[in-house]
């Protein structure tokens, strides 16, 4: 067991006026499993480029181990995997890789294949298999969910489990949940660290969300409340002090001392009042830092004139003649929420596409309403660019409203200036997410909507559809996503 000491931590990009890091300072055990949370583009890559030692930065880190990335970036896809691994560790021992892949399910013969025929799913594996061949190293584990299925993240957070001393980027709650044993959250206010699993966190930073508003609410009576009476107060004193060189009602003066130190009475109370009142706004001051903007978001889906949709009856896709997965029926009702199920290269997304217009072969008997509007968000991003004014006008949305989710979904208004294709992973998902909510359809299409979002942002969008019950048909391998919003469940074999 050794500890990385960071203290003071100050970090800004070249550039740019604010800080992301800011004498920041905690310690972390190596021997944690840590899960590593906070809003896209608070800096999760960034802190893991800083104690890689990519960014010159103020404060200190000072660690006794060395730090390993995933994922691993591969030059030459073209190469045998085997070689692939002997690049990243040239000192492996066979017998460990061998025993790290059996472990993830992935069998030796994968290795004598060229990396880029592997799938998303096996590579990522045999790169995490690569990543623990290593000793005496911190691993930083960048979001390796987002290429496994559901059943892949399953197996990969079981054997995450069994190991430890790693720091793991991840938004799948079910996924930190099973595999980490302490949170490090980037807050608003700064970088905090918890015991427990990704739940605690959560119910801990809920309950601590909750007495903050409720000291807040109780501060802002009190300030309102002192306000008046330092008001009152010093009118009082005002007015008394106006009598000094009056008469009273029976024509006899008035004693000046007494009064003079009636007014200065009151004036020490006003001042009391006052003291009181900067101490309750000083205190206010220190509530809210960490509470996310989780505003409720809206939308409104029109409404078809049949309750069904459509249907596929025994539809299979069928790529080269040779159809990719078994056949499928389901039916789409108004007010449907369908999570469709299966692994990697089972055909969903082809499915999404055939029931969005897509000239995809197919085997079975699909219908489709005639008229019927969908918004398909794809799995791509990389077509993104232009800035956002520009690309709600092009989208045929209002622009207002467009702005406004973006807004709820944690976008500062300097992002609105910059050029979507400069904006990170999560965010520019969370630009496909609302220009499909402000799109006035029937039917929104999802696939895989939620890859690089943040968890703050996932539970606002499953809040959204709960609240409002689009029809929507969609892929997502965030388990607690799917049990928490589907009404249906159709898997693909």
Known sequence: MSLINVANLTFAYDGSYDNIFENTSFQIDTDWKLGFTGRNGRGKTTFLNLLLGKYEYGGTISAQVGFEYFPFHVERKEMNTIDVVENIYPDYEYWILARELSLLKVGEDVLYRSFESLSNGEQTKVLLAALFLKENSFLLIDEP?????????????????????????????????????????????????????????????????????????????DIKRLSEAAKRTSNWSHEVEKTKNGTTNSGSKVDKGYIGHKAAKMMKRSKSIEHRQQAAMEE?????????????????????????????????????????????????????????????????????????????AYDGTFRKGSQLKISYVPQDTSHLQGNLTDYARNSGIDESLFKSILRKLDFSRVQFEKDISAFSGGQKKKVLIARSLCENVHLHI????????????????????????????????????????????????
């Not at 299966?342 to 029931?355: P, Q, T, V, Y």
């Not at 939620?450 to 048909?473: A, C, F, G, H, M």
Request: proline residues 2%; negative net charge; contains cysteine.
């Open 145 to 221: 969910t987002n290429h496994l299925d559901m059943e892949a993240r399953k197996l990969v957070s079981e054997y995450l489990r069994a190991k430890s001393g790693f720091i793991l980027v991840s938004h799948d709650r079910a996924f930190l949940d099973h595999c980490v044993d302490h949170i490090l959250s980037i807050n608003k206010a700064g970088i905090d660290i918890q015991k427990g699993n990704f739940s605690d966190w959560w119910e801990n930073k809920q309950r601590q969300d909750q007495f903050e508003l409720a000291e807040n609410e109780k501060l802002k009576k």
């Open 284 to 360: 206010k001051s220190k509530l809210l830092k960490n509470i996310e903007s989780a505003d409720t978001l809206k939308i409104s889906q029109l409404v078809y004139h049949k309750s069904r949709l459509a249907e596929l009856d025994k539809v299979s896709v069928v790529y080269g003649g040779k159809a990719v997965c078994e056949p499928v029926s389901f039916t789409i009702e108004q007010g449907d929420r369908i999570a469709l199920l299966g692994k990697n290269g089972s055909g969903k997304s082809s499915l999404l596409k055939l029931i969005c217009g897509e000239p995809i």
């Open 446 to 493: 999802w696939d895989e909507p939620l890859n690089y979002i943040d968890v703050i942002s996932r539970i606002q969008i499953e809040e959204l559809l709960l609240e409002y019950k689009p029809t929507i048909l969609f892929v997502e391998h965030d388990r607690e996503f799917c049990d928490n919003i589907a009404t249906k469940l159709v898997e693909l074999s």
